[in-house]
């Protein structure tokens, strides 16, 4: 940490691992070959300020741009509350995560491999830690059957999936045998995704099923009361059926979507005015559908230009020529035949309304996404220089620290509008997509070959045993509460993760073993004495 700029310069350029994570810029190599600094200079305040930044901008998106749009969709899509949650709130999260899978290698060395399944496995523990705490706070009260499905489906899924991956006794004397599982984890890949389509369809038909029949057991008149109570215009309103707004002006409808001072809502207002420049330019790209704004929010050149930007969005993500120019021409059609077919003061139809809604989810999502990387990229570089050999301890403990910001941000609203379960389902959501998507998206894409692999190691195996101590923790308490989260699980959950934190850290520094030291290793060739 003592050297000079230039051997450090020559360092960073020189380890690979120094740019597994890199996304837009590679910060070890602008401070140390560009600007020329030392470690012991102002390296720390400039990436606590990068830090500072890019949390403000999740924050900001999360809560103005990205839950308007869950909500509204969630009050318009025939489906309950906690079928919402399940299907659509870990999809939220993971989409980004399936085109940069299509577009993309999601690793090219098998380090990166392993490290990227130590990112999983840390999610699936910090995202159900997170989840469950903020149910706690207003004493959730969860429909035991739900509940018990929803902790069949994880934890058959996460038993399973350390089942099919743990190759660590393959790592000792016969390297050539990490390749031979190749055929085998591809066919648990496939299978993983099979069950978890079909959950989520069962999910979703047995929802609309419920709905629907409820729907028709209802009176006319309480349908009509119903109706006029969402004041959402049906699709016939395609046939210009919808009343034009006189009273608003273009420019009127346009400023209420762009003026940040007014639509940001915040305890304290130095926030709101810092956050106003970034809200003006992203208010030009991102929809925003809410039944709290005129016209649902509906704006014609918003719409336009987030049609129009959608595929610029995408770029980062490495979409190759072709692709991009499928995307582009239908993209910058649809926001012609926009253009051409609705008048700007009419509101759109009950359909638009979703088909706009889930567009600026989607924006939304893709920033969060660009930025959360970033942020992982931070992590990445300075945790790796600042402690040496520290990799899978950054992955399992540190990164996603973005994407929590996002859950938490999520959650507290949804609580705040009184929507329990679709929170609820919200965290079933994201830790049930984590573990069933995991193995698809490290052997499915199309760099992984018989010579791709990754290593389950002993940390994985300390998050591992802490994740079903912590779970089955859960399951006793919540079952002892009458399936009511209280505020003793809370507590419970803090000192649990406090001490997995500490373990971990205790491992890193050699004070204890990790629990992988104790599993058995059965010798696959060589004699018993090449692996004491």
Known sequence: MTASSREMCEFVKRQASCSYYVESVDLLQLFFCTFGLTWDTSVIFVLGFLYLILFYSVYMIAKYFCVPNYVTLLELLPISEYTYGFVFVGLYRMLPDYIDFGMNCRYHKNAEGTLTLGKMMGDNLRFFVVGIMMLCNRGYQVNGMLWWINMTIIIIGYIYMTFVVDLKYRAFGAPDLLYSDATALTFNAITFLFLFVLILSLALLLSYHNQNRRASLSTAEAASVDAEATEVSSDVDMDNQTPIHEELSTFRIWWNSVNGYANMKERYKVLTILFVPGYFLLANVIPVMSRERPMFGWCKIVNI???????????????????????????????????ISFHPRRQPGHFLICVYSALGAINGNNLLFQITAEINNLTWQYMTMRFESIGETVCILFFSS???????????????????????????????????????????????????????????????????????????????????????????????????????FAAFYEWVHPFGSLSFIKPPRDEIFRWA
């Open 305 to 339: 230009l987030s049609f129009m930007v959608t595929p610029f969005l995408l770029i980062k993500m490495g979409t190759d020529t072709p692709a991009f120019l499928v995307l582009w021409c239908i993209t910058w059609f649809i926001a012609l035949v926009v253009l």
């Open 402 to 504: 973005g994407e929590v910001l996002w859950l938490v941000v999520l959650l507290h609203n949804l609580n705040e509008r009184n929507l329990e379960d679709a929170a609820f389902g919200g965290v079933m959501s994201v830790v049930t997509h984590n573990i069933y998507m995991a193995l698809p998206l490290l052997v499915l894409h199309r760099c992984y070959t018989s010579e791709s692999y990754f290593v389950f190691t002993a940390k994985l195996q300390n998050c591992y045993i802490f994740f079903l101590v912590l779970f089955s923790g859960v399951l006793l308490h919540v079952s002892m509460s009458s399936h009511e989260l209280r505020l003793s699980l809370f507590f419970y959950i803090v000192a649990m993760t406090t001490t997995f934190v500490l373990f971990e």
